[in-house]
């Protein structure tokens, strides 16, 4: 079984930028998608951005387009997510999920992290 833990989130300026990170271990395979969710008080979990682990092909959703990256550590199964030009509704908890890459089930999920921006 594969886990999860997200760190770097943090309090940042508009206009500033953070890293997170999501480390994965116990039973990990690179057959996998890892992806970035958030949610904001009130509102829905959303899809951030995914990144199918093995061969790198990365989806953006339009509310990271342009401003956030991920990038892939292989040696320490760790998916970084860049986040630039952050802006007050960025604000929420941003979870690392990951599922194999054959379903759509995100199964698995690390406990969050919060990211507040002020305006």
């Known amino acids: 079984q594969v886990q999860l833990v997200e760190s770097g989130g943090g309090f940042v300026q508009t206009g500033g930028s953070l890293r997170l990170s999501c480390t994965a271990s116990?039973?990990?395979?690179?057959?996998?998608?890892r992806g970035w969710f958030r949610q904001a008080p009130g509102k829905e979990r959303e899809l951030v951005v995914a990144?199918?682990?093995?061969?790198?092909?990365?989806h953006y959703a339009d509310i990271a387009q342009g401003r956030f990256t991920i990038s892939r550590d292989m040696r320490k199964n760790t998916a970084h997510l860049r986040m630039n030009s952050l802006k007050p509704e960025d604000t929420a908890v941003y979870y690392c999920?990951?599922?194999?890459?054959?379903?759509?089930?995100?199964?698995?999920w690390g406990q969050g992290t919060q990211v507040t921006v002020s305006s």
């Open positions: 999920a990951a599922r194999h890459f054959a379903t759509n089930e995100w199964n698995t």
């Open positions: 116990g039973r990990t395979f690179s057959n996998y998608v």
């Open positions: 990144v199918r682990w093995d061969c790198g092909t990365t």
